[in-house]
């Protein structure tokens, strides 16, 4: 019932910018945390970034870090993801996923419960 969908994937040259969205329904009375994770090979899921439901706190591994927000909009239900200065180590799927906890961010794939089907990222040189 609680539904995901990316969108916003695309070839971009590297130092290029792209915009991720994430639309999420069926979660009430509020969306909880949502994460994304990317997956570039057989090695699977890695934690990208991910926000509170509240907007107030917000994580990234430290590899995007001063180059992709996660950001939310709870009117509409949408979770954004701004990746700028990409950098071809960045291609990969890149996946929302939502959880049932609110308040803090998990880091693994198994602290979410719900995912979307994933929206392809190339950054080429």
């Known amino acids: 019932q609680v539904q995901l969908a990316e969108s916003g994937g695309g070839s971009v040259q590297v130092w290029g910018s792209l915009r991720l969205s994430c639309v999420a329904s069926?979660?009430?009375?509020?969306?909880?945390?949502i994460g994304w994770f990317r997956q570039a090979s057989a090695d699977g899921r890695s934690f990208v970034a991910g926000?509170?439901?509240?907007?107030?706190?917000?994580d990234y591994r430290d590899s995007v870090k001063g180059r992709f927000t996660v950001s939310r909009d709870d009117v509409k239900n949408m979770v954004y993801l701004q990746m700028n200065s990409l950098k071809p180590e960045d291609t990969a799927v890149y996946y929302c996923?939502?959880?049932?906890?609110?308040?803090?961010?998990?880091?693994?794939?198994?602290?979410?419960?719900?995912w979307g089907q994933g929206t392809q990222v190339r950054v080429y040189l």
């Open positions: 996923a939502a959880s049932h906890v609110s308040s803090w961010v998990g880091v693994f794939p198994r602290d979410y419960d719900y």
């Open positions: 069926g979660l009430r009375p509020n969306m909880g945390a």
């Open positions: 926000i509170t439901r509240d907007g107030e706190n917000s």
